[in-house]
């Protein structure tokens, strides 16, 4: 009985030795958890911290946010920075300062279903969280709402055994702002930490220089240790597009939740809580929903039992149906979202990193489980990058670079999965990084980011978003084995020009010369040597008129009269017109523009011309030619019409969608499964530039 | 002013909409964190908190854990399963059961320093949790603890809203164990969950066999879904080192934890709250901290200013010192570590993976910014493994199998940093992960183990853990390498044998008979030809005796007499004696036994015979020979007289920590820099071993 007395009072010992913990005394022994696990790192998250918030807060009151970093070193010896970063958002309210700034998970994102950087009410307080700890100082937060004459000066620091803020020396005072650009309202962040600062690929200075890249809107100025000041402009003036907060879709609903959701519901009718609290559900769905799982449209969701519930869940999921139809819900609504988009993106890349060939697109918004996603994906190649090494990725979720933990995040998987060799690029195996003279740009707007831990420097495995960027860079990848499949017969093209006009000259004069005789008429012989149709385009940025001009000829070295259809692409997306065209022709699809040239005789040549207004220099660098016709044409590509139909087919979705974009009760309902991705364009090959 | 107040209101209307979230509401949005980011990975997830709870449990209440784990599916279509539990621990009382499944962030270990594979109290709960969430159903525990006649049985559910458990259908019952084996104590958990099972690498399966390796004290069934039973027996009765809680050591204390622990002391007196709260620090090293922080010894903690918290913290991390000394403070003692050890590795090893070559080694534990920890690891290399294929890595932590995020690891990161090309792998531009037939083991044993995320699959960086498995690895190399090269010149002298020992006679015989003269005698040819001395050694097990025998030959093959000692290793430390040696000799070093051959004629050959006691059959497969003497010897090393004084002060040094391994007041502090790593030890080179 000794044994089992011990026994038992180990048992009890165990349990009385338990108690409860407070996330700030987790977080703080886990501070690694929040990007606080090396002094490098430590100065980085703290500036993730604050310019994500900053960013979050001028989005959504639309201001076009201008952000000044500052890292100052304090004590070198002792690896202590003070970090100071300031905007123009629109201030935080005395009362609620000590909140976001000294209790963790206190937010208003948490629990709306919507694109922002952040969502956990984290970020900021953990930053006030690992400088207490390794400094002592509370950090010290100015703010300044408009219309107030004075702003808030405060000291925040946090009691951690309770997850309280303790707040200190507050005051009012007048603001003098030294960047006076600055409106009348933001937020001062000064904070000491222990931290080390660092250059390379894993800096703070990377850090904003990817943040400009997919926040064009932002106006970035860091002044690092040294006092050396980098200023990344605005290139848009276009703030991001207004996200609305949505309601969860029924196929992004898990049991649990449904149950909770109907237990806390005010409703009395399910058929009114269906409509109410899920996004996708017309009334017609709503009542179809009922049946299919033999409810009544007026039971009170409050009072449904433990098996309604999942039969409710199972009509949701298509399980249960009426009569083997499945109700068909809408899909989300995606202004939820908010993609950079193709024009900003190539802005944003030309902007910081120079090089020849880009290529970026946007996919479709798209669905899985119930939230709203979509890809955007950017690839440059060209001079400038190192043949021999890795191509850079450059990861980013909801405008956020992703800088840790590459290995580990999915959208590198979804890059590493795809053969490269094909495209052009060196990979071993087919599998991996890439190597080449390029860079990877991947972003993922989602309302839903899941990342593989507070950090958030990974993505964690989904299937769907997987698949999306797979897609995507394949068709990058499609475009830029075009790009470098034209380089190589333009180089070819041009050697045989040389060929003619170079040398078979020079060597006829010197053999007339030679032979006393007249030089002779090699037009014939050149046309049979080259027997091609030649096309040479040039896009330039016109300073004078700023406009962007472009030149297209086609030269007919056969010995043959020949007739063409000629097409070009143009931003007609982004704004652009077509100005001084006088051969006229006519649109034929969206970005789409062609000319007819009826007969070109053998060693003539047609020349088209026009401009491209609304846009701006380095917008539009490369116009891309298509021809119809029999005679292939060295220099553009031949027409695929299924892609003409393609781009008019989604020129009419697009039409389609402004106007039903409110969510209607319309019967332009589509059935979607679950989980199913839906959606696909195919516009990458349209905009491939030289920049 | 219509545009100031506009955003007045936006900025009071954002704050308005912030609010607490608590605990259990984040973990269930982002459970991803906890390792359910897919249906494959949720099962084990779960399977690895519920059996972590176990070992935990068993090992605390110093029980020979035995484990039952049962999947079953219950709805294929749906994906969902059900998992079951049961252990033979000491058992949770009534009252705290809900606690411990029903509320995250509860828990025994969260404060405590010493090594344990749960420490955050939110592993059990976040399996209730995703169950609840994915069926909408509660687990079921059944507990008994020892001397209680009837088992606690009851339903617990989780409000996630409040963080608090919801208990149901709670009863005491007797608890009819299907394994009567099982003792009268112990815990079962029943709980159903959508979840996907899988075979393969990333599998339930593997996590057992893996966490079967690194706790070979533990016991443990699996039943799959299709009713096959698999079983892990224990190999040794030896419990894990019992762990003893330590107190955190001045080198890792930050600024903030010294403020929080001198204002909730009730310690009257600096010096008595120093010694009594930090491990290292003696009653003169506490005089000492407070001298050179000008302090006086009778100070009142609770009553210190920010400034005499700084300079005693300058005082802790020798920026302060007195007259340019710095405090020289004890390391934290290491008995709250339990590594594995070499021999149980091995035999963990090769209980589940057939190979020819296994190397291990346990390296002295060690400290990082007061945190003890200790690196492991095993190197198995031959047959019955893929050579193109990257080399397989089993990842530990706390005796816990890590299966997902390699590549983020820095477990991972250590084995990619070695070029592994230098001893006998494959491996492109000489980093990442070697290619050949080989499989590499590390464990780190740690009281303060740093994961990038709650889920506990990767190690986030640290600079002197990642250094002390670097050099493991190194280490572990080396003896790869010098097994690779043994097995090289072994396979020469054979052929070399060969030729001497078959075909030269052969020649001979042939010649003599055609020439019809009689067949010469060959010795001084052979010897011309060997000119080598060479040492042939067999190790194998005796049935009968059960014991190990191990034969050591040596043939002198050259011209001249000649004198040697020879030396053997063999596993004094895992309890192996040396009997039935003839010859005598003597103990030269810690496993090291040592005999003299006076002299060996051109020609002759010296055997040493003897056996080892005390070990089982697979301890010891393969004898590494030494030698003292001026010839090289084929098939023994020579003796590294630098090693062998290294065995020899590491084996004072284990005498002297065991003699002190209570923390005494004795003058054998050591001055160690914060942060820096001790210790270094050679063993790898003695244990290389044939299975």
Redesign the interface.
């Known amino acids: 009985?000794g044994?089992?007395?011990r026994?038992?009072g180990?048992?009890?010992k165990?349990?009385s030795?338990?108690?409860?913990?407070?996330?700030s005394?987790?977080f703080?022994?886990?501070k690694?958890?929040l990007g606080f696990?090396?002094l490098p790192?430590s100065i980085i998250t703290a500036v993730k911290e604050a310019v994500d918030n900053s960013l979050d807060?001028c989005e959504?009151?639309r201001?076009l946010p201008e952000i000044v970093v500052k890292i100052t070193k304090i004590d070198t010896k002792?690896d202590i920075l003070e970090l100071q970063t300031e905007d123009n958002g629109?201030?935080?309210?005395q009362?609620?300062i000590e909140?976001?700034f000294g209790?963790l998970?206190?937010?208003?994102r948490?629990?709306?279903i919507r694109q922002s950087r952040g969502q956990?009410?984290i970020g900021i307080t953990g930053v006030v969280m690992y400088s207490?700890?390794?400094?002592?100082k509370p950090t010290h937060v100015l703010s300044k709402?408009?219309?107030?004459p004075t702003a808030v000066s405060v000291n925040i620091g946090l009691d951690?055994?309770k997850n309280k803020a303790v707040k200190s020396e507050q005051t009012r005072i007048i603001w003098e702002r030294e960047d006076m650009s600055l409106k009348?309202?933001g937020v001062q962040v000064t904070t000491r930490m222990?931290a080390k600062y660092q250059r390379g690929r894993q800096s703070v200075f990377q850090y904003l220089r990817m943040t400009s890249i997919v926040n064009p809107h932002a106006e970035i100025t860091f002044v690092d240790p040294d006092g050396e000041r980098f200023h990344w402009p605005r290139v848009t003036e276009r703030l991001p597009t207004k996200v609305d907060a949505i309601k969860p879709h029924p196929h992004g609903i898990?049991?649990?939740?449904l149950?909770?959701m109907c237990r806390e519901t005010s409703d009395s009718r399910i058929s009114v809580f269906l409509r109410q609290n899920f996004s996708g559900v017309s009334m017609r769905a709503a009542k179809e929903l009922c049946e299919a799982a033999e409810l009544s449209v007026s039971t009170k969701p409050k009072s449904m039992k433990?098996d309604d519930?999942?039969a409710l869940l199972e009509a949701f999921q298509g399980?249960r149906t009426i009569g083997g139809k499945v109700i068909k819900l809408l899909s989300p609504p995606t202004n939820c979202l908010s993609p950079i988009e193709e024009m900003l993106i190539k802005k944003g890349l030309s902007k910081t990193i120079d090089s020849k060939f880009i290529a970026t697109m946007t996919r479709a918004p798209t669905v899985s489980h119930g939230n709203p996603f979509q890809v955007e994906v950017g690839l440059i190649f060209g001079d400038g990058m190192s043949a021999d090494k890795h191509v850079e990725v450059l990861r980013f979720a909801n405008r956020v670079p992703l800088m840790y933990?590459q290995?580990?995040c999915l959208l590198t998987k979804a890059i590493e999965s795809v053969d490269w060799r094909q495209y052009g690029l060196e990979q071993?195996g087919g599998k991996g990084v890439p190597k080449g003279p390029a860079a990877i740009l991947v972003h993922l707007a989602s309302t839903n980011v899941?990342?593989?831990?507070?950090?958030k420097e990974?993505l964690?495995?989904?299937e769907f978003v997987f698949e999306e960027t797979r897609k995507a860079m394949l068709e990058m990848g499609r475009g830029l084995r075009k790009h470098l499949e034209k380089k190589k017969k333009m180089a070819k093209t041009r050697e045989k020009f040389e060929l003619i006009n170079d040398i078979l000259p020079a060597i006829a004069a010197k053999s007339a010369a030679i032979l006393e005789r007249p030089v002779p008429d090699l037009a014939g012989s050149i046309t049979k040597i080259m027997s091609a149709v030649i096309c040479n385009e040039t896009t330039t940025w016109n300073k004078e008129t700023k406009q962007t001009d472009v030149s297209v000829t086609l030269f007919n070295y056969t010995t043959r009269a020949r007739s063409y259809s000629l097409l070009v692409n143009w931003p007609e997306k982004s704004g652009a017109e077509i100005v001084e065209n006088e051969r006229g022709g006519r649109k034929e699809a969206m970005g789409i523009w062609g000319w007819k040239i009826e007969t070109l005789e053998p060693g003539e040549q047609a020349v088209l011309e026009y401009s491209l207004s609304g846009l701006e220099k380095g917008d539009w660098t490369e116009t891309e030619v298509f021809f119809r016709g029999s005679q292939d044409v060295i220099g553009a590509t031949k027409l695929d019409e299924k892609m003409l139909v393609e781009i008019r087919r989604q020129e009419e979705v697009l039409t389609q969608s402004e106007e039903t974009s409110v969510e209607s009760e319309t019967n332009s309902e589509s059935s979607f499964e679950p989980g199913v991705v839906e959606g696909d364009s195919a516009q990458t090959t349209l905009f491939g530039g030289d920049v």
């Open positions: 009985m044994g089992v007395n026994m038992a180990i048992a009890d165990m349990a030795n338990q108690k409860q913990i407070a996330i005394e987790f703080e022994k886990n690694h958890f696990d090396s790192r807060a959504e009151a201001i002792k629109p201030g935080i309210p009362k609620s909140k976001v209790q998970l206190f937010g208003s948490f629990h709306a956990q009410g207490q700890l390794t400094t002592g709402i408009s219309g107030e951690t055994r009348e309202h222990k898990e049991l649990g939740q149950q909770r433990p519930v999942r399980e933990q290995g580990g071993a899941q990342f593989t831990s507070e950090a990974a964690s495995d989904n």
